[in-house]
Nanobody
Framework: EVRLVESGGGLVQPGGSLRLSCEASGFAFSEHAMGWVRQSPGKELEWVSAIDYNGATTGYRESAKGRFTISRDNSRNTLYLQLTDLKTEDTAMYFC????????????????RGQGTQVTVSS
């Protein structure tokens, strides 16, 4: 059974930073691309970033480029998302997502997800 447990969210002021983590179990983590998606109240699920199975290739939505960094540690079965220069529009529940294959496809949002971690950006 795929299990994804996110952590690291919180309340931060505009311009602040957070580091999200996702601990994975129940599948061969190192063989799957992984991603982050987010959802704000009243809005659709939104693809944020993804990384290939070995970390060689990453992708970001346009608004995240230069501010967010995705990474993974296959020895720890853990996925990360470093958030910097946060903006109020980044406020959302952030979910870790498993891709069914080794390479990611941008804007794919229907993989298995965890319960999420809330990021709130407010002054």
């Amino acid at each position: 059974e795929v299990r994804l447990v996110e952590s690291g969210g919180g309340l931060v002021q505009p311009g602040g930073s957070l580091r999200l983590s996702c601990e994975a179990s129940g599948f061969a983590f190192s063989e799957h691309a992984m991603g982050w998606v987010r959802q704000s109240p009243g809005k659709e699920l939104e693809w944020v970033s993804a990384i290939d199975y070995n970390g060689a290739t990453t992708g970001y939505r346009e608004s995240a480029k230069g501010r967010f960094t995705i990474s993974r540690d296959n020895s720890r079965n853990t996925l990360y998302l470093q958030l910097t220069d946060l903006k109020t529009e980044d406020t959302a529940m952030y979910f870790c997502m498993q891709y069914p294959q080794s390479f990611f496809i941008k804007y794919f949002t229907v993989g298995d997800r965890g319960q999420g971690t809330q990021v709130t950006v407010s002054s």
